[in-house]
C-alpha cells in the first residue's frame, strides 16, 4: 500500500445486539509502527467514506456478538480503498480524542454494557463536533533513534486551559521505568475547526515542561508546525522520511540566545559560569558559552555605560543594543529599538530554556577548549549499555572478528529491542554481559579494538 493511513473506528456494543461507532481516528503520525499523534475526524475521511468505514467496523463486531468498546483498524490508500488491519478488543489509548468530539465517555459505557444494561445512545444520537487532536508524549531521545530515556522525573508542567486535556500517567518525583514502555502522559486539544485544533496544541506544547529525563516533545512541536501536517497530507511514511534530526533541532536563532542572556542579566544569582563573569558591575563585561544541536555558541554581554538594564551584546560576534526587562515569573521582554520580543525563559539543570512563539529550545551550559580524557579516550573502544536493560542476545564471544554496524548484543528496555552495532571493523576483546541477565545505564557491554590498516 503507497500512501497509506492508518484509519480506526470506534466501535461500543452491548448484550442486546446493538452495536454503534462513533467515528475515525487517524493514527498516521507513526514511529516504529507506534502511534505518536492521532487526530478525529481524519482529513482523508470525508462523510460517504465514513459511513462506509463505520459500516464495515459495526458490521464486524456484531458478527461476533462483540460487547464491550473496541476499535477496528483500517489501512486507507491513496485511492480511497481501505482493507482491514485487526481489531482491539480493549480501550485504546487514543479515546479520549473521540470523547472530546463526541462529548461521550467510552469509559462509562463500557461499565454499563458490561453490567449488561443497553448502550445509553443509538448511531442516529451520536453528533460529532470540531475536531480533536493527541500528542503522546513519550521518555524517549527522537534525536537517537527513539531511544528510551528512564530515570526520574525532576520537573513536571503540564499545560493547562480551555479545551485542553491531560491525561497523565506519572507526576514529578516519579522515575520512568524500563520494565514498560515510555509513555508518560497524554496531551489533547479540541477546537470547532482543524486549525485551531492545532493552534491550541501549538500553544500548549510550548509550555510543556518536563526534566530529568529527555522527551519526544520536540519532535511533537516541529510536527505540529509541520507544512505536511498542518495540510493534512501526512502517512504512516512521514517520520520516516519527511523529518529529520535538523527538522527537530532547527537551530536557535540569534533572538533565543539573546533571551538567555537576558534571564542572567536580570541577576540570577546561579549558576556558576554567570557568577564567575562578574557581570553585576556597573558596566561590567559578561560572558556565557551555550551548546543547542551539538553547536557551541558565545554570547558576549557589555552593560552600557550609567544603564542597569542596556546591553551590548553579541552572539558568536554578530553585535545588538538590547534592553532587558522582567514581565512576569519567568516570562522576558527584550527590546530591540522599536521592536519588543516577549519570551519564556528558565534555567534547567543543565542550561537555560528558551520559549519563543510557539518552539522551545532547551541550551546547555557549554565550555569551549574541551578536550577528550583518558576515560573517555578508553570507551572509544567499548560499548556501553545506553540505558538500563535486560540482556536479550549476545551473538559475538571474545576473539572475534567483526565489521563495521555488525550487531554484537540485543537488548530489551520498555517493551522495545535496541540492537548494540560494532562501530567499526575490529576484535572482541572482552564480553562483559551475558544473555538474561541485566545491566545499567553506562554498563560496559562489549570491549574491542578496531582494525588498522596495513
Known amino acids: 500500500i503507497t500512501g497509506g493511513r492508518h484509519i480506526e ?92 468530539r463526541t462529548g461521550t465517555d467510552i469509559v462509562e459505557m463500557q461499565i454499563l454494557v458490561a453490567s449488561g444494561a443497553p448502550l445509553p445512545l443509538t448511531q442516529e444520537r451520536v453528533i460529532f463536533r470540531g475536531h480533536s487532536i493527541e500528542c503522546r508524549v513519550y521518555a524517549e531521545d527522537p534525536l537517537n533513534n527513539y531511544l528510551p530515556s528512564p530515570g526520574p522525573i525532576t520537573l513536571l508542567r503540564v499545560p493547562e486551559g480551555p479545551q485542553i486535556r491531560n491525561d497523565i500517567g506519572t507526576y514529578e518525583g516519579d522515575t520512568i521505568s524500563t520494565y514498560y514502555d515510555s509513555m ?119 552593560r552600557e555605560p550609567g544603564t542597569l538594564d542596556k546591553w551590548i551584546v553579541s552572539v558568536d560576534g554578530r553585535e545588538r543594543r538590547v534592553r532587558f526587562a522582567r514581565a512576569h515569573e519567568d516570562r522576558l521582554v527584550m527590546e530591540d529599538g522599536n521592536q519588543s520580543l516577549s519570551s519564556r525563559v528558565w534555567l534547567t539543570e543543565s ?5 519563543q512563539g510557539n518552539r522551545t529550545y532547551v541550551l546547555s551550559w557549554g565550555f569551549s577548549g574541551h578536550s577528550r580524557g583518558p576515560t573517555e579516550s578508553r570507551r572509544a573502544h567499548v560499548l556501553t549499555a545506553p540505558m538500563p536493560a535486560l540482556v536479550l542476545k549476545v551473538m559475538v564471544k571474545a576473539g572475534q572478528k567483526v565489521s563495521a554496524h555488525q550487531p554484537l548484543v540485543v537488548l530489551e528496555a520498555m517493551k522495545m529491542e535496541h540492537s548494540i552495532e560494532a562501530p567499526h571493523d575490529g576484535t572482541v576483546k572482552v564480553v562483559h554481559c551475558k544473555e538474561g541477565g541485566r545491566v545499567g545505564d553506562g554498563d560496559i557491554l562489549v570491549e574491542m579494538q578496531q582494525d588498522t590498516a596495513e
Not at 479540541?190 to 510550548?206: H, N, P, V, Y
Not at 542550561?351 to 520559549?355: D, F, L, N, R, W
Request: charged share 20%; glycine share 10%.
Open 184 to 302: 508518560m502522559a497524554k496531551l489533547l486539544t479540541w477546537g470547532a475547526t482543524r486549525t485551531e485544533a492545532i493552534e491550541r496544541m501549538q500553544g500548549a506544547l510550548a509550555e510543556y515542561r518536563v526534566e530529568g529525563v529527555k522527551t519526544n516533545l520536540p519532535l511533537l512541536r516541529t510536527v505540529v508546525a509541520h507544512p505536511t501536517f498542518r495540510s493534512g497530507q501526512v502517512t504512516t511514511n512521514f517520520l520516516d522520511q519527511e523529518l529529520d534530526t535538523e527538522a527537530i533541532t532547527a537551530v536557535a536563532v540569534d533572538n533565543v540566545y539573546l533571551a538567555a542572556f537576558g534571564l542572567l542579566a536580570l541577576g540570577l544569582d546561579d549558576p556558576d559560569p554567570w557568577r564567575a563573569a562578574g557581570a553585576i558591575r556597573a558596566g561590567g563585561m559578561a560572558r556565557v558559552d551555550l551548546t543547542h544541536s551539538g553547536l557551541l555558541h558565545r554570547i558576549q554581554g557589555q
Open 9 to 100: 473506528i470506534q466501535v461500543i456494543g452491548d448484550s442486546l445486539g446493538n452495536v454503534i461507532h462513533l467515528g475515525e481516528r487517524d493514527c498516521s503520525v507513526q514511529r516504529r509502527h507506534q502511534k505518536v499523534i492521532e487526530e478525529s475526524p481524519s482529513p482523508a475521511v470525508d462523510a460517504e467514506l465514513r459511513a462506509r468505514m463505520g459500516e464495515a467496523a459495526v458490521r464486524l463486531a456484531r458478527a461476533v456478538g462483540y460487547t464491550n468498546a473496541g476499535t477496528v483498524e483500517f489501512m486507507l490508500d491513496a485511492g480511497g480503498e481501505f482493507y482491514f488491519l485487526e481489531m482491539n478488543t480493549r480501550l485504546q489509548v487514543e479515546h479520549g480524542v473521540t470523547e472530546m
Open 351 to 355: 542550561g537555560i530554556a528558551v520559549t
